[in-house]
């Protein structure tokens, strides 16, 4: 089946600083999301891209399909970005399938 | 307010006692999902549902059954709990193969002892 990479597994940072997560994925998908797992454990999607690059807020995204890998960025973080943030994809259009990453831990001081 | 709920948010069970977790969700979603969260292992799908009596298995349904008689629930039911089934589980919800973004619930922590 298709595997997920996430990398780093673990990145702390100081308020204000701008962070880059990675998702890589070994065949070609049509499903891409990111979620955000919040210290209380709380999953909240944050974008569907399996594609192109989207932006809402502080938070912006890039999936660049024909290499097969996706970035979250978060400019200005604050500290109620910490949590653990997933990739999941799939091969289908629709949600079934739904393959998960490790997830990036990030842990942000203020 | 839309949302997918799950009861019971907590369960402490024994061996070989069936349990059911409930799932709902009042947004007339297609596509519902349950997913368990193991430590080092991430987010596991169990089951699937494209729609009504549409179910298929995900990457780790042995020891769990589904149903979905109506669009707005799709329980996950154990019918033989074992140990290895102690973890974190979810539900989650999509509006369709066009619209495939995933809403959770809050989650079950199911312990068995």
């Known amino acids: 089946g298709i595997q997920v990479e996430q990398s780093p597994p673990d990145l702390i940072l100081q308020e204000g600083a701008n962070s880059t997560l990675r998702c890589n994925f070994s065949d070609s998908v049509n499903n891409l999301q990111w979620f955000h797992q919040n210290p209380w454990g709380q999953l909240i999607n944050l974008f569907y891209?399996?594609?192109g690059t989207k932006q809402n807020g502080r938070l912006s995204a890039t999936t660049v399909a024909t290499e097969r890998y996706s970035l979250l960025y978060i400019s200005s973080s604050q500290t109620t970005d910490s949590g653990v943030y997933f990739c999941?994809?799939?091969?289908?259009?629709?949600?079934?399938?739904?393959?998960f990453g490790q997830g990036t831990r990030l842990t942000i001081n203020p | 307010e839309a949302q997918v709920t799950q009861n019971p948010r907590y369960l402490i069970t024994v061996t070989g006692k069936k349990l059911t977790v409930t799932c709902s969700q009042n947004m007339n979603h297609e596509y519902m999902s349950w997913y368990r969260q193991d430590p080092g292992l991430g987010l596991r799908q169990i089951y699937y549902?494209?729609?009504?009596?549409?179910?298929d298995k995900g990457d780790v349904p042995e020891g769990y059954k589904v149903s979905r008689k109506e669009k707005r629930n799709f329980p996950l039911i154990l019918e033989s709990p074992s140990p290895n089934q102690t973890s974190l589980y979810f539900c989650?919800?999509?509006?369709?193969?066009?619209?495939?973004?995933?809403?959770f619930g809050p989650g079950t922590r199911l312990t068995v002892t």
């Open positions: 891209i399996p594609s």
């Open positions: 999941a994809v799939s091969q289908w259009e629709g949600a079934q399938k739904l393959v």
């Open positions: 549902s494209m729609n009504v009596e549409v179910t």
């Open positions: 989650a919800s999509s509006l369709s193969p066009k619209s495939p973004e995933q809403y």
